[in-house]
């Protein structure tokens, strides 16, 4: 079954990692960092490390990698990018909803942190749930660290 953004929309109104009947969960310590900037990529792996001990935090540079990654560990939290070469954080974002509807999964929470404003349709889903939401950067690292390890504790 594909799903529209409606019906991806009315999904993401619960707890994103939220458990439906039979849903295969989210590992809960599992964290992907999605960006094509290596340095970024880089600096948050070593923030959320650091701050996280015992999680996992695993890494990619687009989109594409990000769902590969997540079909394999279904991390409980993405920290993504919007703007990346391949696939962009909203295409895969979108990509990731229809895997989790096909496959019986749990949503993973979604932290995009982005320089720029979401689409329109992206940003009524962040508002809609309870889980997702963007960071604008640059972040602090207090901030990246909260953000995330709130979004572990749902």
Known sequence: ?????????????ESACSLGEKQNPCDRQRVLVVDDEPGIRKIFQE???????GCNID?????TEAVE???TFHHCVLLMDLH???MDGET??????????KENRAMP??????????????????????????????????????????????
């Open 92 to 101: 895969a974002f979108y990509k990731l909803s229809e895997l989790c509807e």
């Open 109 to 154: 929470t979604v932290v995009f942190c982005a320089g720029y404003e979401p689409s329109y349709e992206l940003h009524r889903v962040i508002a809609d749930s309870r889980g997702h939401c963007i960071l604008r950067k640059p972040v602090t690292n207090d901030m990246l660290l909260d953000t995330i390890k709130a979004r572990l504790l749902q």
């Open 47 to 53: 923030i959320l490390s650091t701050g996280l001990p």
């Open 1 to 13: 079954m594909v799903l529209n953004r409606g019906m991806m929309e009315a999904r993401h109104k």
């Open 69 to 71: 990654l997540f079909k």
């Open 84 to 86: 990346m070469p391949v």
């Open 59 to 63: 890494v990619a540079s687009n989109g």
